[in-house]
T-cell receptor, first 113, second 113 residues
Framework: EAQVTQNPRYLITVTGKKLTVTCSQNMNHEYMSWYRQDPGLGLRQIYYSMNVEVTDKGDVPEGYKVSRKEKRNFPLILESPSPNQTSLYFC????????????FGPGTRLTVL | GDSVTQMEGPVTLSEEAFLTINCTYTATGYPSLFWYVQYPGEGLQLLLKATKADDKGSNKGFEATYRKETTSFHLEKGSVQVSDSAVYFCALSFYNQGGKLIFGQGTELSVKP
């Protein structure tokens, strides 16, 4: 089954404690992205990757890091989380040559105390 | 910059009512337009898309037409069901640009029996 998986689905942590949210896709897609969803703001892109070892900032990259060492994986790293990073996070992937239709993971709800 | 604006929710309808969710966009160039749906507790799923002016996207009884002259992509359904209760996002993207989607803020739809 074609899918994007994320782990964990729920996470409560404290300010400053480094964390990683994993994302994996099994569709051999080149493009992968991270978005955060906040009430009244829709989804905003944090970072994206066009292929292995190629990443770039989206609209709200501050406080986040990513890496793309393998085509299928695109982890999101918060090195020093703060309460304003409390949000619902989605990973998504799509293929080269697409018009923008993306496959989304189920989401990770992060709370930073 | 490029942006998408949706009508504010929540929208509450009775079963079998007619649905319209307004969406307008601002973009340089010629974007593709999308409607995504998010059911409770799930990630986003592509509902329909249109890649050029006057295209009509349709799926599951939902329709939207790409109107370049009014920069709009309104979502319609003739007869909603309780199972259509979800959050609907209008979005735009540009061909082969890393799959980046620019989202509206989302419109929550609640359908009562």
């Amino acid at each position: 089954e074609a899918q994007v998986t994320q782990n964990p689905r729920y996470l409560i942590t404290v300010t400053g404690k480094k964390l990683t949210v994993t994302c994996s896709q099994n569709m051999n897609h080149e493009y992968m992205s991270w978005y955060r969803q906040d009430p009244g703001l829709g989804l905003r892109q944090i970072y994206y990757s066009m292929n292995v070892e190629v990443t770039d900032k989206g609209d709200v990259p501050e406080g986040y890091k990513v890496s793309r060492k393998e085509k299928r994986n695109f982890p999101l790293i918060l090195e020093s989380p703060s309460p304003n990073q409390t949000s619902l996070y989605f990973c998504a992937s799509t293929r080269t040559g697409s018009y923008g239709e993306q496959f989304f993971g189920p989401g990770t709800r992060l709370t930073v105390l | 910059g490029d942006s998408v604006t949706q009508m504010e929710g929540p929208v509450t309808l009775s079963e079998e009512a007619f649905l319209t969710i307004n969406c307008t966009y601002t973009a340089t160039g010629y974007p593709s337009l999308f409607w995504y749906v998010q059911y409770p507790g799930e990630g986003l799923q592509l509902l329909l898309k249109a890649t050029k002016a006057d295209d009509k996207g349709s799926n599951k009884g939902f329709e939207a037409t790409y109107r370049k002259e009014t920069t709009s992509f309104h979502l319609e359904k003739g007869s909603v069901q309780v199972s259509d209760s979800a959050v609907y996002f209008c979005a735009l993207s540009f061909y082969n640009q890393g799959g980046k989607l620019i989202f509206g803020q989302g419109t929550e739809l609640s359908v009562k029996p």
